[in-house]
Protein backbone atom coordinates (compact mmCIF):
# COMPACT_ATOMS: atom_id res chain seq x y z
CA UNK A 1 0.00 0.00 0.00
CA UNK A 2 1.33 3.28 -0.97
CA UNK A 3 1.01 6.59 0.87
CA UNK A 4 2.06 10.12 0.72
CA UNK A 5 2.40 12.10 3.82
CA UNK A 6 2.84 15.77 3.83
CA UNK A 7 4.65 18.00 5.94
CA UNK A 8 5.74 21.52 6.26
CA UNK A 9 2.35 23.68 6.13
CA UNK A 10 1.80 26.89 8.64
CA UNK A 11 0.75 30.09 9.33
CA UNK A 12 2.82 32.68 7.86
CA UNK A 13 3.00 36.51 7.22
CA UNK A 14 2.68 37.80 3.64
CA UNK A 15 5.89 37.76 2.13
CA UNK A 16 7.05 34.90 3.99
CA UNK A 17 7.99 31.64 2.79
CA UNK A 18 7.36 28.14 3.34
CA UNK A 19 8.90 24.50 2.13
CA UNK A 20 6.82 21.64 1.81
CA UNK A 21 7.79 18.12 1.31
CA UNK A 22 5.44 15.23 0.87
CA UNK A 23 6.87 11.51 1.13
CA UNK A 24 5.94 8.84 -0.58
CA UNK A 25 6.14 5.17 1.21
CA UNK A 26 5.35 2.06 0.42
CA UNK A 27 6.05 -0.51 -2.47
CA UNK A 28 7.30 1.67 -5.43
CA UNK A 29 9.09 1.02 -8.28
CA UNK A 30 8.85 4.27 -10.70
CA UNK A 31 7.59 7.35 -9.85
CA UNK A 32 6.84 9.40 -13.25
CA UNK A 33 5.63 12.62 -12.05
CA UNK A 34 5.48 14.18 -8.66
CA UNK A 35 2.93 17.57 -8.42
CA UNK A 36 1.17 19.98 -5.99
CA UNK A 37 -2.37 21.05 -6.21
CA UNK A 38 -4.29 23.32 -3.86
CA UNK A 39 -7.69 23.89 -3.10
CA UNK A 40 -9.09 27.53 -1.37
CA UNK A 41 -13.06 27.61 0.32
CA UNK A 42 -15.11 27.70 -1.78
CA UNK A 43 -13.18 27.10 -4.74
CA UNK A 44 -11.81 23.74 -7.00
CA UNK A 45 -8.89 21.77 -6.90
CA UNK A 46 -6.04 23.35 -8.86
CA UNK A 47 -2.33 22.18 -9.73
CA UNK A 48 0.30 24.16 -8.88
CA UNK A 49 3.09 22.79 -9.83
CA UNK A 50 4.20 19.60 -11.87
CA UNK A 51 7.75 17.86 -12.59
CA UNK A 52 8.36 14.81 -14.18
CA UNK A 53 12.24 14.73 -13.69
CA UNK A 54 12.44 16.08 -17.35
CA UNK A 55 10.43 19.19 -17.11
CA UNK A 56 8.41 21.29 -14.54
CA UNK A 57 5.52 23.41 -14.78
CA UNK A 58 3.52 25.84 -12.99
CA UNK A 59 0.68 27.91 -12.62
CA UNK A 60 0.72 31.41 -13.75
CA UNK A 61 0.26 33.08 -10.45
CA UNK A 62 3.19 31.09 -8.63
CA UNK A 63 5.74 30.94 -11.51
CA UNK A 64 8.78 33.01 -10.41
CA UNK A 65 7.55 32.48 -6.23
CA UNK A 66 6.98 28.72 -6.43
CA UNK A 67 9.47 25.72 -7.47
CA UNK A 68 9.07 22.54 -7.49
CA UNK A 69 12.06 19.75 -6.71
CA UNK A 70 12.47 16.00 -6.17
CA UNK A 71 14.28 13.68 -4.15
CA UNK A 72 14.03 10.22 -6.27
CA UNK A 73 16.25 8.59 -3.88
CA UNK A 74 14.17 9.69 -0.63
CA UNK A 75 10.59 9.13 -3.39
CA UNK A 76 9.76 12.50 -2.04
CA UNK A 77 8.79 15.75 -3.16
CA UNK A 78 9.10 19.84 -1.88
CA UNK A 79 7.54 22.66 -2.86
CA UNK A 80 9.82 25.91 -2.19
CA UNK A 81 6.75 29.08 -1.72
CA UNK A 82 8.62 32.53 -1.37
CA UNK A 83 6.85 35.74 -1.07
CA UNK A 84 3.51 34.62 0.02
CA UNK A 85 0.32 35.91 -0.43
CA UNK A 86 -3.20 36.02 1.07
CA UNK A 87 -4.03 34.22 -2.04
CA UNK A 88 -2.22 31.45 -1.26
CA UNK A 89 -3.74 30.67 1.42
CA UNK A 90 -4.92 27.10 0.63
CA UNK A 91 -5.04 23.25 1.59
CA UNK A 92 -1.70 22.23 -0.65
CA UNK A 93 -1.93 18.13 -1.49
CA UNK A 94 0.38 16.19 -2.81
CA UNK A 95 0.12 13.92 -5.86
CA UNK A 96 1.77 11.42 -7.45
CA UNK A 97 1.90 9.08 -11.06
CA UNK A 98 3.37 6.00 -9.98
CA UNK A 99 4.26 2.46 -10.92
CA UNK A 100 4.08 0.07 -7.24
CA UNK A 101 4.86 -3.21 -9.48
CA UNK A 102 1.71 -4.23 -10.56
CA UNK A 103 0.61 -1.00 -12.06
CA UNK A 104 0.75 2.61 -12.49
CA UNK A 105 -1.47 4.91 -10.44
CA UNK A 106 -2.36 8.23 -8.92
CA UNK A 107 -2.08 9.01 -5.40
CA UNK A 108 -2.63 12.29 -3.31
CA UNK A 109 -1.69 12.77 -0.10
CA UNK A 110 -3.85 14.28 3.03
CA UNK A 111 -3.80 17.84 2.53
CA UNK A 112 -1.61 20.39 5.00
CA UNK A 113 -2.67 23.94 5.68
CA UNK A 114 -1.34 27.03 4.19
CA UNK A 115 -2.47 30.34 5.69
CA UNK A 116 -1.26 33.33 4.76
CA UNK A 117 -2.75 36.15 7.01
CA UNK A 118 -1.13 38.89 8.36
Known amino acids: QVQLVESGGGLVQPGGSLRLSCAAS????????MAWYRQAPGKQRELVAR??????NYADPVKGRFAISRDNAKNTAYLQMNNLKLEDTAVYYC?????????????WGQGTQVTVSS
Open 26 to 33: GRIFNIAS
Open 51 to 56: TSGLSE
Open 95 to 107: NMYLHDGSTWSEY
